[in-house]
């Protein structure tokens, strides 16, 4: 179910930039695949790729054993990044009748509160902590390998 939320808080927030249903649509499905196939431009860690990393792998030995640890670290990374996202796209939500992108980064710079920009630092933070702290366990600790190395 947090694969689906991360998703879908993706997808809103790419409906409210688009503000056109169909540009959203389109907008949505170009950031999935390229989320998905960003291998192929040479980004293979798993820290670029939206929604992923880390397996659930359970077995009745252990149940899920040491694997839960980074699926769960993986999912609390993206999880602050949806929510910087969320709160951007609360900022930019249309209200009114305001459909010019530069008008509504205007209207969105003054909406801008101290509170909410708390909050996006906080969330900054946690995402580049939590990062930090993928990128010491996968490439220090352990040895990652790109594709084209094994």
Do not use: C
């Not at 192929?40 to 939206?50: A, I, Q, S, V």
């Not at 999880?79 to 209200?95: I, N, S, T, W, Y």
């Not at 710079?109 to 900054?124: H, N, S």
Request: proline share 2%.
């Amino acid at each position: 179910m947090v694969d689906v939320i991360l998703l879908g808080t993706l997808i809103f927030v790419a409906h409210i930039i688009a503000n056109n249903k169909f540009g959203g649509h389109g907008l949505a499905i170009g950031l999935y695949f390229l989320f998905e196939y960003i291998g192929l431009l040479g980004l293979e860690h798993p820290l670029f790729k939206y929604g992923k990393g880390g397996s659930r792998v359970y077995s009745d030995m252990n149940g899920f054993g040491t694997f839960l640890e980074k699926w769960s670290a993986f999912r609390i990374y993206w999880g602050f990044f949806a929510a910087a996202l969320l709160l951007v796209g609360l900022l930019l939500f249309p209200r009114g009748s305001e459909r010019n992108f530069k008008k509504r980064l205007l209207i969105a710079r003054q909406r801008f509160t101290v509170p909410q920009r708390m909050i996006f630092i906080m969330l900054l933070v946690g995402f580049v902590g939590m990062g930090s702290y993928i990128y010491y366990n996968e490439n220090v600790l352990n040895e990652f390998k790109r594709s084209k190395t094994i």
